[in-house]
């Protein structure tokens, strides 16, 4: 397949992506936006992304908030009558708003997931950094509202100031395996 | 005797913040006496941040997990529903998808490895409900909970999508359990509903929003604590229950114990070893209810 974004169709882009392929078979019923907790603050609803999508909307569709409102509750995915499955849609279609760089600018949960995924690709989430790193880099005036949660979660041990860490070797191994990865290119 | 492999996610893990529901699966396990083998050198499963960030590099951090998983034979628990979901989600597109499969593999080969599908993964209630049983579990118990009322939460990654232990909208399984161990469980229409997850860093107003249905669901129907079988649902009903109350001028005061806390209060294991005290609102009215010292 053609895999410049410029002429692919965005649809046939989606329905390359492994459990996506079934977006086809969509009949627009709505019964992922009825059960998704968070419908109401979407740009656009599930439905409507899927809509858009065949319609080749592509900026409209990858720089909506939609996707990032997704809480992976797998409630759409489960009652889809057409098997369907939202919530994979919206996590690929969040990875591809990343890819064209049309990532909604006023969200701060794209900025905490690649935080998370920069973690995860060392090995381990380190909590206290990790949400420390998060609210001052976004917003510091969370971070001053978190005080009272982080104080009782430190106070009883629940946040560490030791992190996890990989051996050497797995850790090497761990990066040999991404770096491959990345040089592979997507799931698609 | 049972054996698994046993991965407990960066939350449990001696680091992480929710290392009570460790502690208190490693305590059970022994008086159920069954063998939980913590995975060697594991790293973190990716969650769903990865999945939304970089899907291939994401199905690789699972595969190496599950493909040393596989050197040792056993089926792989975790008391994490986002590492639950996320690995079984690995195994079963990987199944459905030779592409993606050998790209996978590939990616592992730089690493030295190789994984070939047959680690199954399943959640420590899973395991505890229908390999160890309810019977097993109810010959254990020293103290019945006296009819103490219970809002059984399971959330949502621990039955949806569906990989096959319970209901994924009518689950029964905690319920069951809890009435085994002589409580009560409450009706809680919300018992499958999102409690935020993650977003509660991102969305926090949006997620307090979910957080405080639920403890109103839960106190509505005369529960006197929650239990919950996922770190981040606990982390988000127990340290952000004062948010909660800050936000919408409540009073919410409702304990929120790990299942397997709960089950170690009736086998009358001591509170250090279940880190009761690990929790921020405190369960001294739960324990004196059951006649367990007053921590």
């Known amino acids: 397949m053609d895999k410049n974004p410029k002429t692919v169709k965005l649809i046939d882009e989606i329905a390359a992506i492994p459990g996506c392929e079934v977006v086809r078979q969509c009949i627009q019923c709505g019964t992922c936006t009825a059960s998704c907790p968070n419908a109401d603050r979407m740009e656009h609803t599930p439905a409507q992304l899927i809509a858009m999508a065949r319609a080749d909307m592509r900026k409209e569709v990858l720089s909506s908030n939609a996707m990032w409102y997704c809480l992976s509750c797998y409630m759409c995915t489960v009652r889809c009558p057409r098997g369907v499955q939202p919530t994979g849609l919206m996590h690929a279609l969040e990875e591809l708003s990343i890819r064209n760089d049309l990532v909604h600018t006023h969200l701060l949960t794209p900025t905490m997931y690649r935080l998370f995924n920069h973690y995860c690709s060392i090995g381990s989430l380190p909590e206290l950094q990790f949400m420390t790193r998060f609210y001052l880099s976004t917003n510091p005036f969370n971070a001053w509202r978190m005080i009272p949660v982080a104080f009782n979660l430190l106070k009883r041990g629940r946040l560490s100031f030791k992190t996890r860490k990989l051996s050497p070797a797995g850790r090497k191994q761990l990066q040999d395996i991404l770096n491959k990865a990345e040089s592979i290119g997507g799931v698609a | 005797m049972n054996s698994y492999t046993y991965f407990p996610g960066c ?161 029964e399984s905690l319920d069951k359990l809890i009435t085994n161990l002589g409580g009560e469980a409450t009706p809680f229409p919300l018992k499958t509903h999102c409690c935020g997850g993650s977003l509660i860093f991102s969305e926090e107003t949006m997620a307090l929003e979910l957080t405080h249905k639920l403890l109103e669901s839960a106190a509505s129907n005369g529960a006197e604590c929650i239990i919950t079988v996922c770190p981040l649902c606990q982390t988000n009903l127990d340290a952000f229950q004062i948010r909660v109350n800050k936000k919408y001028k409540t009073n919410y005061k409702l304990p929120v114990l790990f299942f397997t806390q709960l089950m170690g209060i009736t086998f009358g294991l001591e509170e250090k070893t279940l880190g009761l005290k690990n929790s921020v609102v405190p369960m001294d009215k739960v324990l004196a209810k059951i006649g367990q010292g007053v921590v």
């Open chain 2, 11 to 171: 939350s449990c893990s001696s680091e992480g913040g929710a290392k009570a529901y460790n502690w208190s699966i490693q305590a059970i396990s022994k008086v159920l006496d069954f063998e939980l083998r913590e995975l060697d050198d594991w790293n973190c499963c990716g969650s769903t941040p990865s999945t939304s960030v970089d899907e291939l590099g994401s199905y690789c951090l699972a595969a190496r997990d599950l493909a040393l998983a596989e050197k040792n034979g056993m089926d792989m628990v975790t008391p994490c529903s986002a590492c639950y979901v996320i690995f079984n989600r690995t195994n079963s597109s990987l199944k459905a998808y030779p592409k993606l499969k050998a790209k996978v593999d590939k990616a592992l080969s730089a690493g030295g490895l190789k994984y070939d599908g047959n680690v199954k993964v399943r959640h420590t209630l899973d395991i505890l409900t229908r390999d160890i049983g309810y019977d097993a579990i109810k010959a254990k118990v020293k103290r019945p909970l006296n009819g103490l009322k219970i809002a059984p939460y399971y959330g949502c990654q621990a039955i949806r999508p569906d990989f096959g232990f319970d209901h994924p909208e009518s689950p």
